[in-house]
């Protein structure tokens, strides 16, 4: 009966053992493992692994994915005396289990105060102006200085970045009187150069127009002279088109009443009663006209006017006779 109640407990303790001695291991895990409180090198991958039981130890077990770890709000001073409130967020991952639980003793914390520190010594080399425009190269400089202090612990830093930098209440408070300041300032200045600039398109505007005024009265001007000059040229010309043709026309008249003449010899009386009505009908129109003058007309003198055109008109039938007779020789 004692044999059977040994066996029992050597099956329960033989299958508590073996149990303890299968170790699975997520993947992106990594697990290290002292024997009889000694590391030896011995690390369990992700995976079924198997550990003697009662010697070997799993004394450490994180993983090798990237983490993030979040810095709360941290009061600093900037290099102009004012405080401020700086909070960040680092992502991070482990490269060296081995470094990473043997070199320091509580990791996450000494990172998360190495992290303040670095802030609090970037943001004291800063102005207060300077915070918040040179913020990507804070996260620069913040990442290379945290890379190379874990370094030591097999930890890679591979990104940090500020989330708020926060002043305090009165800073708050005169940082939002200069920026209304600043704004009306700028509506000030906007407004005046409005001004300025619709001042400017307004006599420009008024400039352009005199001088187009102006063109257009000169061109006005030009095309009145040519008008002008064009009627005076057409009216010269039919003046003198007309002073031709009555040339012409007395001519004829004096040729016609030349050889009437010289056909009909008793014409010259109803040549000189014809001219004296003529005469009498011209003082009649000179005497009716807007531009009436006075003129004195003696009566004797219309037959001796008649007599001297009855004789230029016998002088001329005699010359063309004597030509006749030149011709026919």
Known sequence: MEAFWTFIVLVVFGGAAASSSVKIVNQGNEAL??????????????????????????????????KVLDIPAQPCITSDNVSISVDAVVYWRIMDMEKAYYKVENLRSAMQNLVLTQIRSEMGKLELDQTFTARA???EVLLRELDIATDPWGVKVTRVELRDIVPSKAVQDSMELQMSAERRKRAAVLTSEGERESAVNSARGRAEAQVLEAEAQQRAAILEAEAEKQAI???????????????????????????TLKVHP????????????????????????????VM????????ATLEGMKTMISQSSEQEAIELKDFEA
């Open 233 to 259: 040229l057409l009216k010269a010309e039919a003046q003198r088109q007309e002073q031709v043709m009555k040339a012409q026309a007395t001519s004829e008249a004096m040729q016609i009443l030349a050889k």
């Open 33 to 66: 493992v002292e024997t009889l409180g000694k590391y030896s090198g011995k690390k369990l991958q992700p995976g079924l692994n198997f550990i003697i039981p009662f010697l070997d130890n799993i004394v450490f077990k994180e993983t090798t994915r990237e």
């Open 296 to 303: 004195f007309m003696d009566p004797k003198s219309i037959p």
């Open 266 to 293: 008793k014409m010259s009386e109803a040549l000189q009663f014809l001219l004296a009505q003529r005469y009498l009908e011209m003082g009649l129109e000179i005497g009716s006209s807007d531009s009436s003058k």
């Open 137 to 139: 190269e804070v996260n």
